[in-house]
C-alpha cells in the first residue's frame, strides 16, 4: 500500500507541475535558461532552439508513453535524419533519477548525449505543453508544430513543406 501511495504521489505531483507549466508564468525568461546534459556540460536554451530544424522530445521517467517512445528512438538514435538536431528533454526530474534510468535502459552515447535535464520544465512552459510524451518542432528557433508522434512523415511535412 504504501508504495502505490508513493507512486500516486509521484504522479499526481508531476500532473499539477505539468498543468501548472502550460498556465503558469516563467519566473525566469526561459530564453535565459541553461540546462544541464545527461552527458556533462550545459546548455543554453539559445544553443538549444537555435539551429535551422529542431526537435525537442519532453519526457520523463515515469510516463510509459515517454519510456516507450524514447526507447524507440534510442533504437534507430544513429539513423535520425541528420538535416535535424534532436533534444530529449526531461521535464522536473533530479539527474541522478534521469542517470540511473539510462543506466538501467543502457542507453546508446547517441541517446545520452542527447538528454537535457530541464528541472523547473521552462522548455515545457515555454511551448504551453499539457501533456507527456510531446514534440515540439522548431525551426529557426520558431515553434512550428507541436505533436505527439515522430516519424518520416510528420518530418517531411513540417520542414520540407515551407
Not at 508513453?65 to 538536431?85: G, I, N, Y
Not at 523547473?120 to 504551453?128: D, E, F, I, L, S
Not at 529557426?140 to 518520416?152: E, F, M
Amino acid at each position: 500500500m504504501e508504495i502505490f501511495r508513493a507512486s500516486w504521489l509521484k504522479y499526481l505531483k508531476t500532473a499539477v507541475f505539468l498543468l501548472c507549466a502550460a498556465g503558469c508564468s516563467v519566473p525566469v525568461n526561459s530564453s535565459e535558461e541553461t540546462f544541464s546534459r545527461l552527458d556533462g556540460g550545459e546548455l543554453t536554451y539559445a544553443a538549444l532552439t537555435q539551429g535551422p530544424r529542431t526537435v525537442l522530445f519532453l519526457w520523463t521517467t515515469w510516463c510509459p508513453h515517454c519510456r516507450s517512445a524514447l526507447a524507440a528512438l534510442d533504437t534507430r538514435c544513429a539513423e535520425l535524419d541528420q538535416r535535424v538536431e534532436y533534444y530529449f528533454v526531461n521535464l522536473g526530474e533530479a539527474g541522478e533519477v534521469v542517470e540511473r534510468y539510462a543506466e538501467n535502459k543502457k542507453f546508446t552515447p547517441c541517446t545520452r548525449e542527447r538528454i537535457i535535464l530541464d528541472r523547473r520544465a521552462a522548455v515545457a512552459k515555454r511551448y504551453r505543453v499539457v501533456g507527456i510524451p510531446t514534440y515540439v518542432f522548431l525551426k529557426d528557433g520558431d515553434p512550428v508544430h507541436k505533436g505527439y508522434s515522430l516519424n518520416a512523415q510528420v518530418l517531411q511535412e513540417v520542414f520540407e513543406n515551407e
